[in-house]
């Protein structure tokens, strides 16, 4: 619903008269409005839920489109555990975008509970990618998941250093832009969860952080109204363990100085079997065979 912001009210009264309007002295002003009414625009747009796992190709959930601000099935609408009531509603403002980011945590992890589901722990790398690319999209004006670079999620997510090669990780973002009364945290997030694939985000029960950025100003318009949101979802896991080594047995005390010991009496009597001319030699030697190779591993 449209607000209507009326610019200032003037009222002059005849010197001495202290009523107006019906039974006034004549020569009374009637009020009348200093200027002309302005109505501020209301609307808004989600962009397409995606997601992206290690390993797997960049997926699509939902795709954009106006915001849907209706009640889900005609049901009471239970957004986190009195997360309605709890969370305040902030129109976004110079003065107020912290309070706005907040308020959108409240509602998210609110949802989450309601859902059984962790709540998602603010990470400061998420949220510079977040913050970063809601600027980019209103100093643009465009909206949409690619970056005027041509960047995906996985790339905008990548340059904070939040992926760890080494360790399984899963990412996801969802979108969205408002002006008027379609600006606020309340209003975003009830967009969001008329949207399956935005719903899925925020309902994944992998995630276990999230980045939130919102920018005042909105990428259809050049006139500063509303406010633009992102949200990084993110998780990774732990590392796998490495496979348990298996032990060596151990060997009895001194059976390797007595390996060591029959080596060399070996060694020596093929030396004593290899000396000497004659019949004798040689039969020594045909019977030793000769010395035999030997793999140490």
Same mark, same amino acid.
């Given at each position: 619903?449209?607000?209507?912001?009326l610019?200032?009210?003037?009222a002059a009264?005849?010197s001495?008269?202290?009523?107006?309007?019906?039974?006034?002295?004549?020569?009374?002003a009637p009020v009348?409005?200093?200027?002309p009414?302005?109505?501020?625009?209301?609307?808004?747009?989600?962009?397409?839920?995606?997601?992206?796992?290690?390993?797997?190709?960049?997926?699509?959930?939902?795709?954009?489109g106006?915001?849907?601000?209706?009640?889900?099935?005609?049901?009471?609408?239970?957004?986190?555990?009195?997360?309605?009531?709890?969370?305040?509603?902030?129109a976004?403002?110079?003065?107020?975008?912290?309070?706005?980011?907040?308020a959108?945590?409240? +509602?998210? &992890?609110?949802?989450? /509970? $309601?859902h059984?589901? #962790?709540?998602? !722990?603010p990470?400061?790398?998420l949220g510079a =990618? %977040?913050?970063?690319?809601?600027?980019?999209?209103?100093?643009?004006?465009?909206f949409?998941?690619?970056?005027?670079?041509?960047?995906d999620?996985?790339?905008?997510?990548e340059?904070?250093?939040?992926?760890?090669?080494?360790r399984?990780?899963?990412?996801?973002?969802?979108?969205?832009?408002?002006?008027?009364?379609?600006?606020?945290?309340?209003?975003?997030?009830?967009?969001?969860?008329?949207?399956?694939?935005?719903?899925?985000?925020?309902?994944?029960?992998s995630?276990r952080?999230?980045?939130?950025?919102?920018? +005042?100003? &909105?990428p259809?318009? /050049? $006139?500063g109204?509303? #406010?633009?949101? !992102?949200?990084?979802?993110?998780?990774?896991? =732990? %590392?796998?363990?490495?496979?348990?080594?298996?032990?060596?047995?151990?060997?009895?005390?001194g059976?390797?100085?007595?390996?060591?010991?029959?080596?060399?009496?070996?060694a020596?009597?093929s030396?004593?079997?290899?000396?000497?001319?004659?019949?004798?030699?040689?039969?020594?030697?045909?019977?030793?065979?000769?010395?035999?190779?030997?793999?140490?591993?």
């Open positions: 619903m449209a607000r209507v912001v610019l200032a009210v003037a009264l005849v001495g008269c202290g009523t107006s309007g019906p039974g006034a002295e004549p020569g009374g009348r409005l200093a200027g009414a302005s109505v501020e625009s209301t609307d808004g747009r989600l962009g397409a839920a995606t997601e992206v796992q290690a390993g797997s190709p960049l997926r699509e959930l939902s795709p954009g106006r915001l849907d601000l209706r009640e889900r099935d005609g049901a009471p609408r239970r957004d986190g555990v009195g997360a309605g009531v709890a969370c305040p509603d902030p976004p403002a110079p003065e107020s975008l912290g309070a706005v980011a907040e959108t945590l409240c +509602l998210l &992890n609110g949802e989450r /509970a $309601d059984g589901l #962790a709540p998602l !722990a990470n400061p790398k =990618a %977040a913050s970063a690319f809601a600027q980019d999209l209103v100093a643009g004006s465009y949409s998941h690619t970056g005027r670079d041509g960047s999620v996985l790339d905008r997510i340059r904070t250093g939040y992926i760890e090669e080494s399984p990780w899963a990412l996801g973002e969802n979108l969205a832009w408002g002006t008027g009364a379609l600006a606020t945290p309340r209003a975003i997030m009830q967009a969001w969860l008329n949207s399956p694939g935005h719903r899925d985000n925020i309902l994944d029960p995630y952080e999230i980045g939130i950025g919102i920018v +005042l100003g &909105n259809a318009a /050049a $006139d109204a509303g #406010a633009t949101y !992102a949200t990084e979802f993110g998780v990774i896991e =732990a %590392a796998p363990r490495p496979a348990a080594k298996k032990a060596k047995p151990k060997q009895p005390r059976a390797s100085k007595r390996r060591a010991k029959a080596r060399k009496s070996k020596a009597a030396r004593r079997g290899g000396k000497g001319g004659g019949k004798g030699g040689k039969q020594r030697r045909a019977k030793s065979g000769g010395p035999k190779a030997r793999i140490a591993i």
